[in-house]
Each structure stands twice: as C-alpha cells, then as structure tokens.
T-cell receptor
Framework: KQEVTQIPAALSVPEGENLVLNCSFTDSAIYNLQWFRQDPGKGLTSLLLIQSSQREQTSGRLNASLDKSSGRSTLYIAASQPGDSATYLCAVREPGNQFYFGTGTSLTVIP | SQTIHQWPATLVQPVGSPLSLECTVEGTSNPNLYWYRQAAGRGLQLLFYSVGIGQISSEVPQNLSASRPQDRQFILSSKKLLLSDSGFYLC?????????FGSGTRLTVV
C-alpha cells in the first residue's frame, strides 16, 4: 500500500525566506501528485498538480518538483509571506481511483 | 464550472445522537465522490467513495455510513455518534486529473 510522508511536520520561518517542503512516497507507480493548502478550519485548496510524466510545475511564487523514480516531491515557496501560513498537504494518485495523502506540514511565516 | 457544496460548516453533537452531513456537486454528471476525515494532528483518511448512485465503497470499518441517493449528492451518516467521531470532514469530487474539495464540516462530539 502506498505511504506518503511529509517532512518536516512543522516549520517556522521569518518573512521573506525561501523554503522547501518535502513529500516522499513509497510506490513510484503514480498517476500524478497534487499539492494542497489547508487553512485552519477550512477545506483544501489545490495549489499545483504534477503529472507523472512531468518534472515540475510553477504557479507564482510556488514551484513543485517531482522525481518519480526516487519517490520524492518538493514544494518550493519563494519570498515567504505571513499569508502563506497554513498546512500544506501532498497527495499521490495511483492509476485508478485512489489518492493517498501525507500528514501535512504546518507552516508559520513570522512577520 | 464545477462546484462542490458541503454543509453545515460546524456542528456540535452529543454522544449517541445521529449525524447527517450532506455534499452536493454542480456542473458535472456522474462524478466520483469521496468523504475524508481529518482528526486533530493527523492526515486525511479516506472514509467512503462512490462512483455512482447507490454505489458505496467503505475504506475503513467504523461507526459511519454513506449513501448516494442522487447522482450529485453524497451523504455521510451515523446512527449514534461516538467521541472518536470528532474531526474535520471533507467531501471531494474527483475530476479527470485532480481533486476538488468542499469547505469541510468541523464536527465536535461532546
């Protein structure tokens, strides 16, 4: 069964820093990988989706990379802002119907 | 465009009371729908998924049940809530490539 791990569980950085969130998965036979943001008490917002054939996706200050062979994805956030404070989740989709979620990284950006 | 609605946003229920959370999708037909739960400090756990009316698959045996009475309606229920049912419940719709999530229901069982 696919296992998705996110490290670190929590991260606190000063405003303006660049940071990297990590996601690893155990089975490289994935269909795609999706990064989400979750604000406290709110639903999930999709940030970036990377297909298994892609290496990276970019949206504004966010860049997500995928190394399928090694079972890793990273989410790079440039010039972090207090508004970036949230929990970030990665989810791996396997061919078929199933998504597997990591436990998330709680990010706090200090003004 | 497709939208997903989930309600209520928050709910406080006593132990032993029934539960009904509703999720509806607009702008698509025959969607694959999912119920997830997120307990405090833990990741998302898939509870149920449905590929069509009356078709429910349960991922985790528990105190909850799900129903799909209409194509774009997915309901999460319980006859008697337990304290351990507290958590954040998310409904999701799976498109051709990605997921779209509802805004969630914060359930507190007291």
């Amino acid at each position: 069964k696919q296992e998705v791990t996110q490290i670190p569980a929590a991260l606190s950085v000063p405003e303006g820093e660049n940071l990297v969130l990590n996601c690893s998965f155990t089975d490289s036979a994935i269909y795609n990988l999706q990064w989400f943001r979750q604000d406290p008490g709110k639903g999930l917002t999709s940030l970036l989706l990377i297909q298994s054939s892609q290496r990276e996706q970019t949206s504004g200050r966010l860049n997500a990379s995928l190394d399928k062979s090694s079972g890793r994805s990273t989410l790079y956030i440039a010039a972090s802002q207090p508004g970036d404070s949230a929990t970030y989740l990665c989810a791996v989709r396997e061919p078929g119907n199933q998504f597997y979620f990591g436990t998330g990284t709680s990010l706090t950006v200090i003004p | 465009s497709q939208t997903i609605h989930q309600w209520p946003a928050t709910l406080v229920q006593p132990v032993g009371s029934p539960l009904s959370l509703e999720c509806t999708v607009e702008g698509t037909s025959n969607p694959n729908l999912y119920w997830y739960r997120q307990a405090a400090g833990r990741g998302l756990q898939l509870l149920f998924y449905s590929v069509g009316i009356g078709q429910i698959s349960s991922e985790v045996p528990q105190n909850l049940s799900a129903s799909r009475p209409q194509d774009r309606q997915f309901i999460l229920s319980s006859k008697k809530l337990l304290l351990s049912d507290s958590g954040f419940y998310l409904c999701a719709w799976r498109g051709s490539l990605s997921y779209t999530f509802g805004s969630g229901t914060r359930l507190t069982v007291v």
